[in-house]
């Protein structure tokens, strides 16, 4: 059963897509479909086995780190933490 579902795609995929589908003789859609399927195949494969990796304690430690959030953006730091 097909679903109908709306996405945006750049302009780069879509001149890609069409010419995929004009050499091949199949339709914009059909064409979408067979790549979506391909990709899902090979990266679902590696998203999941990201997904099942458990990170140590320092590893997530560190991927922490990495990305840090901003605070408040002045030095009054214990006036926002401590609502002083």
């Not at 010419?19 to 999941?48: H, Y």
């Not at 140590?56 to 560190?62: D, G, M, P, R, V």
Request: aromatic content about 8%; proline content about 2%.
């Amino acid at each position: 059963m097909l679903i109908r579902k709306q996405i945006l795609l750049q302009d780069s995929h879509e001149y890609a897509i069409e010419e995929l589908a004009a050499l091949t003789g199949k339709s914009f859609s059909q064409m979408t479909r067979i790549l979506l399927d391909r990709a899902i195949k090979t990266e679902g494969k590696v998203i999941k086995k990201k997904a099942k990796k458990k990170l140590s304690q320092f590893e997530a430690l560190e991927q922490w780190a990495a990305n840090p959030v901003s605070g408040p953006g002045d030095s009054e730091y214990d006036k926002y933490a401590y609502d002083l």
